[in-house]
C-alpha cells in the first residue's frame, strides 16, 4: 500500500511540474464542445454546421488521441523521456520559445517562397517554350534528360562552394527541385494540346502570340498545376535539407538545433509547425488552381 501511495505521489508531482497541464484540459474541453456542438447544432449553423459535423469523427479521434498521449506520458510515463514529452511541454513550447520559432517560420517561408517562385516561373516559361518550339526542345531536351533525373541534394556540394552565400545557394536549389516537374508538365500539357483548336484559332486569324497565350497555356493549365504541386512538396523536402546542412536559420536549423540540446520537445513543436505550413501551402494552391481552372469544374477529379 505504502508503495502505491509513493507512486500516486510521484505521479502528482510529476503533473504538477508540467506548468501547461490546465491549457491542456482547457484545450481538451474545447475539442470535445466544439465536436459535440457542430454535431449536435449542425442544422442551425448552415455552412459552419455542416463543416463542424463532417470534422467531427476527426474531432473526436484527435481528442482520443491526445488523451492517450498524456496518460503514456505525463500519468504513467509508459513512454520515456525526454524523447517522448507529454503535451503540455509541447504547449510549453509555443508559449516560452514563440519568438525564436516565429523566427524560425519567417527564414524557412522567405528561403522556400523565393526558391519557389524562381523555379515555378523558370520552370514555366521553359515547358511552354519546349512545347510550342521544336527548335528551343531540340537544344533543351537533351539538357533536361541529363539534369533532370538527378536528386537537387546531390547539387548540395557543388551549390555551396559555387553561389557566394549559403541563402543563395539554398534558393537555387529549392528552385532546382521545383523547376525540373513544372517544366516537364507544363511542356507536356503544351505539346498535348488538340491541333483542332490551333486550327480553329488561325480560321479567325489568331497570331502566334495568341495561340501561345490564348489557346496553349490556357489548355495546358491542369498540367501545370501537376507539376506546381509536385514541385512543392519538392522544395519543402529540399528546404529541410538546407537549413540543417548550410543555413543558420529556419525550421530545418531549430530542429537541428532542438536535437542537439536533446529538446525533443522543441522539436516535436517544430514539425507541427512545419507540417500546417506545407498544408497551408498545397490548401492555398488548391484555391488558386480552383480559381484559374473554373472553366474545368466538375472535369477535374482532383
Not at 497541464?21 to 449553423?45: N, P, Q
Not at 521544336?134 to 534528360?145: E, I, K, M, T
Request: proline share 5%.
Amino acid at each position: 500500500m505504502a508503495t502505491g501511495f509513493r507512486r500516486g505521489r510521484g505521479r502528482q508531482r510529476r503533473l504538477d511540474r508540467l506548468s501547461r497541464t490546465h491549457s491542456l484540459g482547457i484545450a481538451a474541453f474545447v475539442i470535445a464542445a466544439t465536436a459535440l456542438f457542430g454535431t449536435v447544432g449542425a442544422d442551425y449553423l448552415g455552412y459552419t454546421g455542416r463543416a463542424l459535423r463532417q470534422r467531427a469523427p476527426w474531432l473526436i479521434v484527435l481528442g482520443v488521441f491526445l488523451t492517450l498521449w498524456e496518460v503514456a506520458t505525463a500519468k504513467f510515463a509508459w513512454l520515456p523521456l525526454p524523447f517522448f514529452p507529454p503535451p503540455q511541454a509541447i504547449i510549453e513550447v509555443y508559449t516560452d520559445d514563440l519568438p525564436k520559432l516565429l523566427d524560425s517560420v519567417f527564414a524557412s517561408v522567405k528561403l522556400q517562397l523565393g526558391g519557389y517562385i524562381i523555379g515555378a516561373t523558370v520552370g514555366f516559361l521553359t515547358g511552354v517554350s519546349i512545347g510550342w518550339s521544336r527548335a528551343v526542345g531540340y537544344w533543351l531536351h537533351p539538357v533536361l534528360r541529363f539534369i533532370g533525373p538527378l536528386p537537387a541534394t546531390a547539387w548540395l556540394p557543388i551549390a555551396f562552394f559555387t553561389f557566394p552565400s549559403s541563402w543563395s545557394a539554398s534558393t537555387f536549389l529549392i528552385a532546382l527541385a521545383t523547376g525540373f516537374p513544372v517544366t516537364v508538365l507544363t511542356w507536356s500539357g503544351v505539346a498535348s494540346v488538340s491541333g483542332a483548336y490551333y486550327d480553329v484559332a488561325r480560321t479567325l486569324g489568331a497570331k502566334p502570340s495568341f495561340l501561345v497565350l490564348k489557346v496553349a497555356i490556357p489548355a495546358a493549365l491542369p498540367h501545370v498545376f501537376v507539376g506546381l504541386f509536385m514541385g512543392l512538396g519538392a522544395s519543402f523536402a529540399l528546404l529541410v535539407i538546407a537549413e540543417m546542412i548550410g543555413v543558420k536559420a529556419g525550421l530545418g536549423w531549430y530542429l537541428q538545433w532542438a536535437q542537439g540540446w536533446a529538446a525533443y520537445a522543441n522539436m516535436y513543436a517544430a514539425l507541427i509547425v512545419m507540417s500546417l505550413l506545407c498544408s497551408g501551402a498545397i490548401t492555398l494552391l488548391f484555391a488558386v488552381r480552383d480559381r484559374l481552372l473554373v472553366w474545368q469544374k466538375g472535369t477535374v477529379k482532383w
